[in-house]
Structure formats: structure tokens, C-alpha cells
């Protein structure tokens, strides 16, 4: 299982980014998907998630500022975030379950500045 997680960078607050992660090794359509956020010092914190089925979860802190999706023939996931915010400042990981087991992307950066 790999997933390439891209599209991170520096941005302005109030900026916009899309990341995306492409996924091979796996039936991607039935896997489900996620989004994670880290800060160094901090654990790891759900940003989006998505079904196979599509249904989506937020955590509070992105609801109405970053869409989760996910495109199945082209096996990639993607993190559409709008209206930036300095605090959205993190490494960002894409990670999918197979056999009860996590795997995680290499990361992306994303800075927001003030």
C-alpha cells in the first residue's frame, strides 16, 4: 500500500490549497479515507474523513472551510481548503485502514501566514 500526498505550500490567510492523495496498492473504492493534521509537539488530530461510500465527518475547527473527496477512477483523495487560517498551520497526512491495519502518506506541508 502507497499513498503521495501533494499539493502543500505556503499561503496567505484567507488563501486557499488542495491537496491530494493518490493511493495505490489497494481497491481504493472500498477503502475508506482520511485526512490528519500535525503540529510538532502535538499528536496527530483528524482533520476529514471519508467512507466508501462517501459519507463525510469533519472535525469542528474545518466544518465549512475544507471539503473532503475523493475520486475513485483516479484512486486519489482529495482536501479542498478555503478561508486559511494561520492555526491551519501542520504537516498534513492522508491515511486509509486495510486488514484492520493503518497506512499512512508521507505528508505535506501546508503554512498559513498572517
Known amino acids: 500500500v502507497q499513498l503521495q500526498a501533494s499539493g502543500g505550500g505556503l499561503v496567505q490567510a484567507g488563501g486557499s490549497l488542495r491537496l491530494s492523495c493518490a493511493a495505490s496498492?489497494?481497491?481504493?473504492?472500498?477503502?475508506?479515507m482520511s485526512w490528519y493534521r500535525q503540529v510538532p509537539g502535538k499528536q496527530r488530530v483528524l482533520v476529514a474523513s471519508?467512507?466508501?461510500?462517501?459519507?463525510?465527518n469533519y472535525a469542528d475547527s474545518v466544518k465549512g472551510r475544507f471539503t473532503i473527496s475523493r475520486d475513485n477512477v483516479r484512486r486519489t483523495m482529495y482536501l479542498q481548503m478555503k478561508n486559511l487560517k494561520p492555526e491551519d498551520t501542520a504537516v498534513y497526512y492522508c491515511?486509509?485502514?486495510?486488514?484492520?491495519?493503518?497506512?499512512w502518506g508521507q505528508g505535506t506541508l501546508v503554512t498559513v501566514s498572517s
Open positions: 496498492g489497494i481497491i481504493f473504492s472500498i477503502n475508506p
Open positions: 471519508i467512507s466508501s461510500g462517501g459519507s463525510t
Open positions: 491515511k486509509t485502514i486495510r486488514g484492520g491495519r493503518d497506512y
